[in-house]
């Protein structure tokens, strides 16, 4: 018996069909779930959208921030301080929200060994919650840190967020990175179970393309 033959023994194209579907749909599903889970606060493209943030002013960061097209890069004399920031925002609710995810890269130069991402609410309270810097790479890395718990900040009306040293000295460690995205996520991103259902996915479309080659041969 050819077991090569039999291996790849040519499905109905009727069944090709109904799986290329179902692969569609997973994949359209798993899409979906992913997008639901996020909230962008910045992702530090070209002109400043609502609720996204600048550069603080009287900062380090002043002069020291770099647009690119879909990144922004910190640079120059910058200071690991608050220097950029989103405030006075129509409130909005965290308390869904386990985890704050950043996108970005340690570039040359970096000394600082961690930045704050820090929040503000209504109530006139506050949170920083503290990313160690060797979390990220020279290649642009995601990173997902626990959100929580919050003790000095109301997570059901938060109004602003900045991002930086956590302080408003200027004298700190040089600060350099480039940012892509900023953004609070139900659950880690990319979430391991994701992965394992991207790859079952590719192997059952490779295995459905392999058969398909075959039918049509």
Known sequence: MNLAAAAFTPWPLDTLKKLSLLLSLAFASLCTKASAQIVVLDDFTTGVQIGEGVVTPLSSWVGQVTQNLTTITIGGTAKDDNGWRSLNLTTFDASGKNFITITGQLDLGNAASFFNVQFFD???????????????????????????PWTTANPTILNGWSIGGGGTTTTGPDFRMTLDQLALSSSAIPEPGTYAALTGILTLGFAVWRRRTSTVA
Not at 123 to 143: D, P
Request: charged residues 0%.
């Open 122 to 148: 209504a109530a006139s309270g506050s949170q920083a919650f503290s990313i160690s810097s060797s979390s990220f790479t020279t290649g642009m890395t995601t990173v997902s840190i626990p959100l929580g």
